[in-house]
């Protein structure tokens, strides 16, 4: 039985089919010669006609501006349309005096140059437009601005040069002028702290129909040829390291976004599964019932009193998954996965952190090798979850994760399991001397290997080379908490590629898991405060993602 695709009154009617099958449907191609004749045409007008600018065409090119694109759709900017002569004059002279300060510092040739350039544009254009920007709201409140402080004056700019096609378009010319000291220019404005200006628009009717553009026509430079600025990846004046993993392709990815929106349901009906969904089967190796890996080390760390058990637990915790009757074990046979121990170090701990290494780099040679060998057989099999035995170990993941992210113990020290405040200062106190030890400081990350022979230990090295053997098979790894994603950000730090293969299974109560999950761009599907560790978190994931995958699969299809 078909069904017909459920179509949104408002919005997107499209469906994923349509897009796929005339991806370029959405193009105006009448619009293209004329776009690319405007965008061609386009000048920096120095010399105006005095003739007002009606008011229609005005309203029409301050729109164009205010459809420009801004950053988290905050729309920071404000027109001040400026008509007065005493205004526009006491701003040439501003803009003049700015004019001779910067020759001043220039060399003869270059100065002489500036001296030539005409600033009569704010006295004769009949309107000038100062783009101010709206800074008052914190970036943090503003969706993209967390990142790039800077992104509501690039929205700004961007509102510029609508402006600025819009006048060209009209027959209107466009000289924009930024030599002034902008707290002046505040000041002449009346703008408000917090509010600051892009400089000043000239608008008006051309006395000049330049052919090219005028600082190009007069020598000051020139327009570089496109492939001087264009680069492929990354920046091309150093090498690129050598990647051996892929993410999957573009075309793979949307594929896969194609089929989930042929279900009966709206798009994103699933939240964040939806977004893990589209992901993973876009992968090569998602098909097959799974396995939980369960990495056991121990540590020497413990001799500091950071643990509130004793070592031979991991002896012991570690028995019980070899048997099935772990927490980790029975959490994975109900999700449907393979259990398989791997003793990475029990009884075997080796360098304490504080006054030695880790792990020499012969056995975390060793343990890389076999978790990447391993990753590789079992990513045919399903989704691959992580989990690790050791105690003592939220401390070595705490170390690590200073040591990846640059930051200070304080930030990722957390109680692991069953610890009291002095036992948690004790654990700052270690980590803090590690950090210390490996040269970590803060703003400056460790290198990703160097990090986990140093500061890690079995456990971490084997699941940091699974990881990364995972993916050079397409496979997906799900991850558990602070102790596996901190493997997980080791090896994207090796190949970055790894992240797109990744799974947040969940967000412990581990302080410093958020921070990391956060670089890994992860959202967790589950936010339990778990603490069992053992892969608890990820087996119980794993289940949930199942059951996500068989959900699309049985669910009506509209085509």
Same mark, same amino acid.
């Given at each position: ?17 349509? +897009? ?9 191609? /009448? ?12 000048? #920096? ?22 459809? *420009? ?10 027109? =001040? ?39 009569? *544009? ?11 920007? /709206? ?6 409140? =503003?969706? &993209? ?25 009209? *027959?209107? &010319? ?32 051309? #006395? ?7 600082? %190009? ?24 390291? @050598? ?40 992968? @090569? ?66 360098? #304490?952190? =504080?006054? @030695? ?30 989990? %690790? ?60 290997? /160097?990090?986990?022979? +140093? ?53 412990? +109560? %581990? ?9 890994? &761009? ?12 053992? &892969? ?21 299809? @509209?085509?």
């Amino acid at each position: 039985m078909s069904f017909r695709r459920p179509v949104p009154r408002i919005g997107d009617p499209t469906s994923a089919a349509e +897009r796929a099958s005339a991806p370029d449907a959405w193009a105006l191609r /009448d619009d293209i010669p004329s776009l690319e004749r405007v965008v061609g045409a386009r000048r #920096d007008i120095r010399r105006f006609r005095p003739d007002p600018v009606p008011d229609d065409v005005l309203t029409a090119v301050l729109t164009a501006g205010h459809r *420009g694109p801004s950053v988290g759709h905050s729309q920071p900017w404000r027109f =001040v349309v400026v008509t007065e002569a005493a205004t526009r004059d006491a701003a040439a002279l501003m803009a003049d005096r700015c004019r001779l300060r910067q020759a001043a510092g220039m060399a003869e040739e270059s100065a002489r140059g500036l001296l030539d350039l005409r600033l009569e *544009g704010i006295r004769e254009a009949p309107v000038g437009v100062v783009v101010a920007c /709206d800074r008052r709201t914190p970036a943090a409140g =503003v969706l &993209g601005r967390a990142t790039f402080p800077d992104a509501d004056l690039w929205s700004c700019a961007a509102a510029i040069e609508n402006i600025w096609l819009t006048a060209r378009v009209h *027959g209107l &010319g466009l000289g924009w002028v930024t030599l002034f000291e902008p707290a002046e220019l505040a000041e002449l404005l009346g703008l408000p702290d917090g509010v600051e200006t892009l400089g000043w628009l000239c608008l008006g009717w051309p #006395d000049e129909r330049p052919p090219e553009p005028g600082l %190009e026509r007069a020598g000051w430079s020139r327009r570089l040829p496109l492939e001087d600025v264009v680069m492929r990846e990354r920046w091309t004046e150093r090498d690129a390291p @050598t990647s051996h993993l892929r993410a999957p392709e573009p075309a793979e990815l949307v594929a896969a976004r194609d089929r989930s929106d042929e279900l009966l349901t709206v798009p994103g009906s699933l939240g964040v599964l939806d977004t893990v969904l589209d992901r993973i089967t876009a992968l @090569t190796a998602v098909d097959g019932p799974g396995t939980l890996v369960i990495a056991a080390a121990d540590h020497a760390v413990t001799a500091y009193g950071v643990s509130a058990f004793d070592p031979s637990v991991t002896a012991d915790v570690a028995r019980a998954a070899r048997e099935g009757t772990s927490m980790g074990a029975v959490a994975a046979r109900s999700a449907g996965l393979q259990v398989e121990l791997v003793d990475a170090g029990i009884a075997c701990a080796r360098g #304490d952190l =504080v006054s @030695t290494d880790a792990l020499d780099e012969p056995t975390y040679a060793a343990l890389l090798a076999l978790g990447q060998e391993r990753g590789q057989a079992l990513a045919g099999d399903g989704p691959v979850a992580l989990g %690790e035995v050791g105690v003592g170990n939220t401390t070595v993941a705490a170390a690590v994760a200073g040591a990846l992210l640059g930051v200070p113990a304080v930030e990722v020290v957390g109680r692991g399991s069953s610890a009291d405040a002095p036992m948690v200062e004790r654990k700052r106190d270690v980590v803090t001397r590690a950090l210390a030890r490996v040269g970590a400081a803060e703003g400056s990350p460790v290198e990703p290997s /160097d990090a986990v022979r +140093r500061l890690g230990g079995g456990e971490l090295a084997f699941l940091t080379g699974l990881v990364l053997g995972v993916v050079r098979s397409g496979g997906v790894v799900v991850l558990d908490g602070l102790a596996t994603s901190v493997c997980a950000l080791a090896a994207a730090r090796l190949e970055p590629a790894v992240a797109a293969h990744l799974v947040a299974g969940q967000r412990s +109560r %581990e302080k410093g898991h958020a921070l990391v999950l956060a670089d890994l &761009g992860l959202e967790p599907l589950l936010d339990l405060r778990i603490r069992a560790g053992e &892969g608890v978190g990820a087996a119980l994931a794993t289940g949930l993602v199942k059951h996500a995958l068989a959900l699309r699969e049985g669910v009506a299809r @509209t085509s």
